[in-house]
């Protein structure tokens, strides 16, 4: 079974920088699709960005040039790199772990981290 747990978020000024971090316990996380998800209240969770096992990278055209996903496999964690932050920006973020199987994709979730910017 994957845990992951997120851990960075908090309040932050416009423009501002956040990092946050998503460490697996239970198994590796190499193989895995890393992703970052956000969500807002009376919207659903939308992609924010995802990176495959093989470091290849998806960021949301809106995020592009702000928002960076990198990994580190060995210390099985997923960053999310946010600068020059928006007020649009606050949300609760989720981390996400997915594979393919048998039985379809498999995900996993973290609990989330609330990101909230301050003008």
């Known amino acids: 079974q994957v845990q992951l747990v997120e851990s960075g978020g908090g309040l932050v000024q416009s423009g501002g920088s956040l990092k946050l971090s998503c460490t697996a316990s239970?198994?590796?996380?190499?193989?895995?699709?890393m992703a970052w998800y956000r969500e807002t209240p009376g919207n659903l969770r939308e992609l924010v960005a995802s990176v495959t096992s093989d470091t290849r990278t998806n960021i949301v055209d809106s995020l592009k040039g702000r928002f960076a996903i990198p990994r580190d496999n060995v210390k099985n964690t997923v960053y999310l790199q946010m600068n020059n932050l928006k007020l649009e920006d606050t949300a609760v973020y989720y981390c996400?772990?997915?594979?393919?199987?048998?039985?379809?994709?498999?995900?996993?979730w973290g609990q989330g981290t609330q990101v909230t910017v301050s003008s």
């Open positions: 996400n772990a997915n594979t393919p199987s048998w039985r379809g994709r498999l995900d996993y």
């Open positions: 239970g198994t590796s996380l190499s193989r895995y699709t």
